[in-house]
Structure formats: structure tokens, C-alpha cells
């Protein structure tokens, strides 16, 4: 079964900083994507960003960015220019077969 | 444009009493998907749905049953409710297997007593 790892429960970044969340991940399958979801206090489902595992190119989505390491099974946020709206629990997961795998999550603080 | 509608959005039980979640979505999608939500272990798929009248099990199927009678009505029940089944639940639907974002509903919170 895949599995999705976040191993930073909670980060925090000050204001106008650049900060990185990382995601793991574990699978056999060659051809699957990958997404970062981020959800405020307001508990809504929101997609940050999202990457095709065929596509060398790493996504970019105004400050967010990725660092997709196909060989290493990794696939980092960055967050550049944090704002206080991105405070948020954020998911790491991952898609194949219609199936959704979601990370354990990692708690962002923003400071002002 | 409503997208993905929940309801209840709150809901308290008592151990052993019957309940059904509907989740309704306006935007012909094919998929629809039902997860749960507790602290610390993210989002865990309970069933899904590829399509009318097919449903199929996810990670965590124990003590939930779901229907899809009308494609945009997706409904999880649960018929003996115990206190292991207070998370938050949350619908989703899609058009492309997954591959694409998910529309997620804004969430029922069920507590069982």
C-alpha cells in the first residue's frame, strides 16, 4: 500500500520568510500525482499545487513551488514570501488509481 | 454554484444509533468520495465511488455502508454509530479518476456519545 510521510508535525515562519514542508512518499507505481492541500481554521479543502510524476519540471503556483525528487520519493513545499493567510494544516498526497493518499499533515504557523 | 454540499454539518449520536451523511454535487462529476478526518492522522479514504450505482471500499470501511443510486448523490450511513466513528467527514468528488484536484464539501462533524 502506498503510504504519504510528513515528518514535521508543526513549522513556523515569520512573516515575508521562505519556509519548506516535506513529503515522502512510498510506491511501486511508475506513473501517479502528487498534491499539496491546504486547510485553514475555516476547515475547508483547498489545492495548493500539483505534479504529474511523468513531468521532470517542478510545479510552481505564484509563491509555492515544489522540489519533486522522482528517484528519492520526495516531493517538498516551498512557500516563498509567507503571507498570514497561509497559516494552515498542510497535506501532502498522493493519487493513482483514483485513490487519494494523504499525509498525516504539518501545522504552519505564520508570525508577524 | 453550489459544488459539494454536506449535510448535516453537525451531528451528536448516541452509541448505537443509525445515521446517514448525504453528499450532493451539482457538477456531473463521476467520482465521488467519502474520507474521515482525525487529529494527527490526516485524511483516510472510507469508500468511493467510480461511477452510478458503484461504490467500493477505501482504507477504512469498518461500520460504514454507502449507496450511489442518482450520480450526484453520494450517501455514507452508519448503522450501529460507536465512539470510534467521532471525526470529522468530509465528501469529495472528481471528474478524472483522481488525477485532477478533488471539490471537498466543508466537512460534518459527528460526535458519538
Known amino acids: 500500500a502506498q503510504t504519504v510521510t510528513q515528518s514535521q508535525p508543526e513549522m513556523s515562519v515569520q512573516e515575508a520568510e521562505t519556509v519548506t514542508l516535506s513529503c515522502t512518499y512510498d510506491?511501486?507505481?511508475?506513473?501517479?500525482?502528487l498534491f499539496w492541500y491546504k486547510q485553514p481554521p475555516s476547515r475547508q479543502m483547498i489545492l495548493v499545487i500539483r505534479?504529474?510524476?511523468?513531468?521532470?519540471q517542478n510545479a510552481t503556483e505564484n509563491r509555492f513551488s515544489v522540489n519533486f525528487q522522482k528517484a528519492a520519493k520526495s516531493f517538498s513545499l516551498k512557500i516563498s514570501d509567507s503571507q498570514l493567510g497561509d497559516a494552515a494544516m498542510y497535506f501532502c498526497?498522493?493519487?493513482?488509481?483514483?485513490?487519494?493518499?494523504f499525509g498525516k499533515g504539518t501545522l504552519l504557523t505564520v508570525n508577524p | 454554484n453550489a459544488g459539494v454540499t454536506q449535510t448535516p454539518k453537525f451531528r451528536v449520536l448516541k452509541t448505537g444509533q443509525s445515521m446517514t451523511l448525504l453528499c450532493a454535487q451539482d457538477?456531473?462529476?463521476?467520482?465521488m468520495y467519502w474520507y474521515r478526518q482525525d487529529p494527527g492522522m490526516g485524511l483516510r479514504l472510507i469508500h468511493y465511488?467510480?461511477?452510478?450505482?458503484?461504490?467500493a471500499k477505501g482504507e477504512v470501511p469498518d461500520g460504514y455502508n454507502v449507496s450511489r443510486l442518482k450520480k450526484q448523490n453520494f450517501l455514507l450511513g452508519l448503522e450501529s454509530a460507536a465512539p470510534s466513528q467521532t471525526s470529522v467527514y468530509f465528501c469529495?468528488?472528481?471528474?478524472?479518476?483522481?488525477?485532477?484536484?478533488?471539490?471537498f464539501g466543508s466537512g460534518t462533524q459527528l460526535s458519538v456519545l
Open positions: 505534479q504529474e510524476a511523468y513531468k521532470q
Open positions: 457538477m456531473n462529476h463521476e467520482y
Open positions: 510506491t511501486s507505481e511508475s506513473d501517479y500525482y
Open positions: 465511488s467510480v461511477g452510478e450505482g458503484t461504490t
Open positions: 469529495a468528488s472528481n471528474n478524472d479518476l483522481g488525477y485532477e484536484k478533488l471539490f
Open positions: 498526497a498522493y493519487c493513482s488509481n483514483y485513490k487519494l493518499t
